[in-house]
């Protein structure tokens, strides 16, 4: 008997981790929607009756945040709120067995490449001729394309490649299709992102092949930013610097995770880079696309570390002041190669140590974004939060960079690019106001 008066099945997708995370769980509304199953993506009006919980396995607080979320469902199933509690991604991939034990209240687990058995339970059946079509759950204006699965590095940190297994680049048709469907629909700005995004072809095509895909996408009339996620530094396929130089709607920006600047660390996290080579591709970087936005990300707290490879770090962003930074604090993963190290940086000591690492960023930040005032910069309008207009210029993503609180006494269309002058500037954040 069902929780709810419902006629039919209403399914409540709930996404926790990555982006990567999320285009799957597009993918799956979207194969449900097209058979006729009624679903949602982070409802928070409850009138549905089955959970699909998709979630992270990535580090502790990641897992620790996806458990809880599942025992927060299986508690509205107890009251008779919902019929189904289903779990599927990376969690679910790496320990379904002793998840299934510990949770028996779960109606099914399932891995990250499952989803035809997801919808077996709906009776539901999959639709290749769907492949690149999916219900977004982004704002319509904008949506990030999984250019690949898996991973074939060796980052002794990194669990993902136990989750996502071997690479498979996505064949440049189906993404230029994926693409111009996105754009038939509204998307204007179109994220690309992978576990490891310069790695693109050397699968299929036996070639680094982003530079093909990046003329190709952007050809695509209306897509006015693609933006690059997750590239890795070490083989970094420089031909992609000119594409990105040559072609307006690709965006000045760059996402190369780097995790460390110490050779000891680099070498322990087995990234097969030096210190010196990442000094010489950032330059190299700037000097192919001037005025490039480069963000990284960064790992403090890595069993071995010293006050030393965090000095040679902060000195790093010094010396290079990254537009954007983001970091995490070490998590012991087992079944990674670290694992066999012992994890001897103290939480609280890692924790510290990030928080070193990003003051050093906050202030490079800070002079950076007041070298942008008095300056006018092409903006796209994202939303309208407490009646202030935020929107992002082409150096800033989604979520993770920062915003533009813009000031305009005219209504301004969401997902409409406005020009606007920057009056004033903050740590992270700007403000201006729209001019012609
Ligand atoms: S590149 Fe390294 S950190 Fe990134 S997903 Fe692959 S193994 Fe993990």
Request: aromatic content about 8%.
């Amino acid at each position: 008997m069902k929780a709810k008066s419902l006629k039919k099945d209403k399914v409540n997708i709930i996404t926790l981790g990555c982006s990567k995370n999320l285009v799957d769980s597009e993918v799956l509304s979207g194969q449900l929607k097209a058979n006729e199953i009624d679903v949602v993506h982070e409802n928070t009006k409850l009138d549905h009756n089955i959970v699909v919980v998709n979630t992270c396995g990535f580090i502790d607080k990641a897992k620790e945040e996806s458990v809880q979320t599942i025992l927060d469902q299986l508690e509205l199933k107890k009251k008779g709120k919902l019929d189904k509690v289903y779990v599927t991604g990376c969690l679910s991939e790496r320990y379904k067995g002793d998840l299934a034990a510990e949770i028996p209240e779960v109606d099914a687990w399932f891995g990250t490449m499952e989803l035809p058995l997801i919808l077996k339970q709906f009776e539901a059946d999959y639709k290749a001729e769907l492949l690149g079509e999916r219900f977004l759950s982004t704002p319509q204006h904008y949506a990030y394309m999984k250019i690949s699965e898996g991973c074939n590095r060796t980052c002794s940190f990194c669990a993902i490649p136990l989750m996502r297994g071997k690479h498979v680049s996505r064949p440049i048709e189906q993404l230029v299709d994926e693409a111009k469907r996105l754009v038939a629909q509204g998307v204007q700005e179109i994220m690309l992102i992978a576990q490891e995004l310069t790695y693109y072809g050397l699968d299929i095509y036996k070639k680094r092949s982003l530079p093909e895909l990046l003329h190709a996408l952007a050809d695509i009339p209306g897509l006015q930013w693609i933006r690059l996620h997750y590239a890795y530094p070490s083989k970094f396929p420089l031909e992609i610097l000119d594409v990105i130089r040559e072609r307006d709607n690709i965006c000045k920006y760059l996402d190369m995770p780097l995790q460390h600047a110490s050779d000891r660390m680099l070498k322990a996290m087995k990234r097969q880079i030096t210190r010196a080579e990442m000094d010489e591709l950032i330059h190299t970087i700037r000097e192919r696309v001037p005025g490039i936005c480069l963000r990284t990300t960064l790992i403090a707290g890595f069993p071995g570390e010293t006050e030393e490879d965090v000095e040679s770090l902060k000195q790093f962003l010094q010396e290079h002041r990254f537009d954007r930074v983001g970091i995490f604090t070490y998590s012991h993963e087992e079944n990674t190669s670290a694992y066999d190290l012992v994890d001897d940086v103290p939480a609280e000591v890692k924790q510290q140590r990030a928080q070193e690492i990003m003051e050093v960023q906050q202030e490079i930040s800070y002079e950076k974004n007041q070298e942008k005032v008095g300056k006018t910069f092409k903006v796209l309008v994202d939303k309208k939060e407490a009646g202030r207009y935020l929107g992002r210029t082409e150096f800033d993503s989604v979520e993770v960079d920062n915003e533009v609180v813009i000031h305009s006494d005219k209504k301004l269309p969401i997902g409409s690019f406005v020009n606007v002058k920057i009056t004033k500037a903050y740590d992270y954040d700007l403000e201006g106001e729209v001019v012609k």
